[in-house]
């Protein structure tokens, strides 16, 4: 059996999600404003982090956070990679 490595997996899934995101671009220059647009543009925003707020010791004033965007358009993204990925099996 021919097993990848999580790295390669990861690989293409972060690709599949730059995939998705220039598709929602493309979408958002091609497609008039209204309610498909709208659906193809919406996403969500999940993570972790300090939100607006800094991190302020008074020598050392840092951001910490890690987030993410899901829409249709970036899970189109990864189902079109992960596709990819099974195809060169």
């Given at each position: 059996m021919n097993k990848k490595s999580i790295y390669f997996i990861l690989l293409i899934i972060f690709l599949g999600c730059i995939l998705g995101t220039a598709l929602s671009m493309f979408v958002g220059f091609v497609l008039p404003d209204?309610?498909?647009?709208?659906?193809?543009?919406?996403?969500?925003?999940?993570?972790?982090?300090?939100?607006?707020?800094?991190?302020?010791?008074?020598?050392?004033?840092?951001?910490?956070?890690?987030?993410?965007?899901?829409?249709?358009?970036s899970i189109i993204g990864i189902f079109v990679s992960w596709y990819i990925l099974r195809y060169f099996k």
């Open positions: 209204g309610v498909v647009k709208d659906f193809f543009l919406l996403s969500q925003t999940f993570g972790f982090g300090a939100g607006d707020g800094w991190f302020d010791f008074g020598f050392l004033r840092f951001r910490l956070g890690f987030f993410f965007d899901v829409s249709v358009l």
